[in-house]
């Protein structure tokens, strides 16, 4: 059995409707199918998960919500139209939204949260009516039918493990199972989102909880690159990769798969296909574990992410000084900010943070509590901050990678202020200014694909 995740472009109009539902009904493998909110129909158009974000904002600042709900409902009643859905069956689903600002919720977060899983939740319902039309056996279940627990976190909710215990009770049903992604219920019984793009994680949850075969996961791309297409020209396609290189591509910017959705893949050792919806045919990627891997190539892809900034401490005999870097991340626990990496030297300590977690203000009253309790001889903070990731399993027990990665860059004058190899030794990642960025890519793409640099075994 295979689950099938089609993301929001695969599902923006009635003709992409039909092309997944072509895909879903050519292999009788295809039963759990999990949707996406409708996405974009061409670069200009919106995608219904921020059309539902201004609906929420509107509710909250009591603004006419005539205009927002018509352009939300009009999308999906395109698609309804499409197929000839009864208009009495797509009443009951018109109602469903515009009755979301009657609703009671706990707080704006979880309304926000609420209206936004809609996108999915309409989405689903619309897909198992055409479905059903077509005298196809289709069920529609939600989160609360399935299980699907997550944590108090109404816009980046985790999956809590009672989940898998709960899809491991639920009885399939013969037929397709239509289930919306991107949210679970809190305890209490709330929506909750994952955060943007969460809709792989719902199907990587349902791949592990209802032990699929494969885990299809259908976009608008033949197969992931090696690099970013907006930064390399024509990129290599990746045909398969294992789990912890996606990992480290998806953390640095490969967009294409939810980085946490991972996850359950590997907990329930599902390998995953990403696949394009338009071309179906086509291998696609193959995301497998470690032991089904052989590396073909040194590299299988550089990525750049750019909302970082670093904090650089100094201070003479840090390496000799007990409770230093317990003080500073209590700090930061104090503050609830995580970070990302700590590279460090015997006087001095950088630390990377994902810049979009810190709120007006918190950065500097961190800055502040750090000099007066740690006293350091110097503090830094440094905004232009991107790291690129260059991920291979194909790099370990090689001599010579490190070489191959910074000599172009010396070669264009691109300084690195940071390396740090994992112990995984199947990643490099390397700091530099923002602006560097993509020609680093460039440069160690070339190096490794187009001119073929030799490493010794
Ligand atoms: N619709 C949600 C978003 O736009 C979730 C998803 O598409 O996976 O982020």
Redo the contacts with the bound molecule.
């Keep these: 059995m295979k689950v099938v995740k089609f ?2 472009s695969s599902l923006a109009d009635g003709p992409h409707f039909e092309k997944i539902i072509k895909i879903i009904t050519t292999d009788p493998e295809r039963k759990i199918i999990v949707t ?2 409708p ?1 974009k129909r061409d670069k200009t158009d919106c ?4 059309l539902l974000i201004d609906y929420a904002h509107k509710t909250i600042t009591n603004q006419s919500l005539t205009a927002i709900q018509q352009q939300i409902w009009q999308r999906y009643e395109e698609i309804g139209s499409y197929f000839s859905v009864s208009t009495e069956k797509m009443a009951v689903l018109k109602q469903i939204l515009l009755n979301l600002p009657k609703k009671e919720y706990l707080n704006n977060n979880y309304l926000l949260a609420e209206f ?1 899983a809609h ?2 939740i309409l989405n689903a319902h619309i897909l198992t009516l055409i479905l059903q039309q077509l005298n196809l056996n289709a069920h529609f279940a939600g989160s609360g039918e399935l299980g699907i627990e997550v944590t108090a976190n109404p816009q980046d909710a985790m999956i809590v493990p009672e989940t898998y215990d709960n899809l491991a009770k639920y009885h399939l049903p013969s037929g397709y199972l239509v289930v919306p ?2 949210y679970g219920l809190t305890k209490k019984g709330q929506i909750a ?10 199907g990587a949850v349902l791949a592990r909880g209802f032990h699929a075969r494969v885990y299809e996961n259908f976009t608008d791309v033949d197969a992931i690159y090696s690099a970013n297409p907006a930064i390399v020209r024509h990129p290599k396609a990746i045909s398969k990769m294992t789990y912890r290189e996606m990992r480290e591509l998806s953390y640095a910017g490969f967009s294409v798969f ?1 980085d946490e959705a991972i996850l359950p893949a590997i907990a329930g050792n599902v390998p995953i296909n990403v696949k394009n919806t338009n071309h179906p045919n086509l291998k696609g990627t193959m995301i497998v574990p470690a032991k089904d891997f052989h590396a073909l190539n040194v590299i299988t892809g550089v990525a750049t992410a750019t909302h970082f900034s670093a904090l650089y401490l100094h201070r003479y005999l840090l390496n000799k000084e007990v409770g230093f870097t317990l003080k500073l991340l209590q700090i930061f626990y104090k503050y609830h900010i995580s970070y990302e990496h700590m590279p460090s030297g015997i006087d001095d300590l950088t630390v990377i943070f994902d810049d979009r977690q810190f709120t007006a203000g918190v950065r500097e009253k961190m800055c502040q509590e750090i000099r007066t309790q740690l006293k350091p001889d110097s503090l830094e903070w440094i905004d232009d901050y991107a790291i690129i990731m260059v991920v291979g399993e194909g790099m370990r027990n090689k001599v010579g990678v490190m070489a191959k990665i910074i000599e172009p860059l010396a070669a264009q004058n691109i300084g690195v202020h940071m390396i740090n190899q994992g112990a995984s030794r199947i990643s490099i990642m390397l700091g530099t200014k923002r602006k560097d960025a993509p020609a680093a890519v460039r440069q160690i793409y070339n190096n490794f694909f187009t001119q073929g640099a030799k490493i010794n075994d």
């Design positions: 993301g929001g996406s909110a996405g995608k219904i998960t921020d936004k996108g999915e992604g991107f989102t994952f955060s943007r793009g969460g809709s792989d994680i719902t939810h």
